[in-house]
């Protein structure tokens, strides 16, 4: 398969992603204020995702970065791809309506089925396969690490604020999930 086929791969799952996200968020209710800090660490995660890849398969800007890949990782990366809109379909779905929203949020009750039995931030998981299929569908030093270096800052700002509204409003019985469930990627032992 030529190289550029797996560009084009990469940008239709961006965009099925993006697409599920976007329901998702349009239904959420929101009841927070807008998080200055998470809109902007937001729009870095999706320069690093979106426009940073168009940027790399629609013009030649960033052509002197190239490395090709193996096809083996290039198919490694259209497998971690196909999970991704899978992934966060379901855990949308099971995370329910008005339950999404752009910061830190409190809900009135935590999401401990479905996906959430296994980890406590599948959209996370899904996120970040999103960034390592970019890195093995893009065969260039900054469109492929864009999305990864984008999402870093994102994740590593909200899921600690989260996490600490969690255990704050939920105490012993969010503790107790924590416990048996991965953050972005399941336990192997519980």
Known sequence: ??????????????????????????????????????SLLDALAFLGRAAVPLVYVLTPWLDAVNEPLPATLNWTGAAALAGVPILLWRAYADLGRGE?????VVSRSFVARGVYRYVRHPVYTALWL????????LPNWIAGLAGLAGLMPLYLNRVPRDEELMLTRFGDEYRAYVERTGSVFPRLRR
């Open 130 to 137: 999103l960034g390592i299929a970019q890195a093995l569908l």
């Open 1 to 38: 398969m030529p190289a550029d086929a797996f560009e084009w791969i990469y940008l239709a799952g961006l965009l099925a992603a993006e697409a599920i996200r976007f329901a998702y968020r349009t239904l959420a209710a929101r009841e927070e204020p807008a998080w200055p800090l998470g």
């Open 100 to 104: 999404e929203s752009p910061g830190p």
